[in-house]
Nanobody, 130 residues
Framework: QVQLVESGGGSVQSGGSLRLSCAASGYIRSSYCMGWFRQAPGKEREGVAAIDTDGITNYAGSVKGRFTISRDNAKNTLYLQMNSLKPEDTAMYYC????????????????????????WGQGTLVTVSS
């Protein structure tokens, strides 16, 4: 069973940058649909970004132009580069993956779809201060 472990979270000031990583304990084939999600205190989990088997990406409107999702299949690792961070980006960030997801990968940024992804990490906390 593949396990996902996030890292790279921390505390930054508004306008700063962080790079999150999600390392898979086992082999993540290029066929996996992968994504990043976040959950702020007192709020529901939301989709942030998705990347499909061809490297096609999709983003939530709130992060488009600021965040970049990427993957390195050789290193079994998913990344999220976060620039121009805002206090409203403060949340626990989770990576998720599925090797045979039933819906188009770009739809997982809709949490009503993305919540059904097979594999989830434990999360890494990002705090952005003003």
């Amino acid at each position: 069973q593949v396990q996902l472990v996030e890292s790279g979270g921390g505390s930054v000031q508004s306008g700063g940058s962080l790079r999150l990583s999600c390392a898979a304990s086992g082999y993540i084939r290029s066929s996996y649909c992968m994504g990043w999600f976040r959950q702020a205190p007192g709020k529901e989990r939301e989709g942030v970004a998705a990347i499909d088997t061809d490297g096609i990406t999709n983003y939530a409107g709130s992060v488009k132009g600021r965040f970049t999702i990427s993957r390195d299949n050789a290193k079994n690792t998913l990344y999220l580069q976060m620039n121009s961070l805002k206090p409203e980006d403060t949340a626990m960030y989770y990576c998720a993956a599925d090797h045979a997801f039933r819906a188009p990968c770009d739809t997982i940024t809709n949490i009503e779809v993305g919540r059904y992804l097979e594999l989830w990490g434990q999360g890494t906390l990002v705090t952005v201060s003003s």
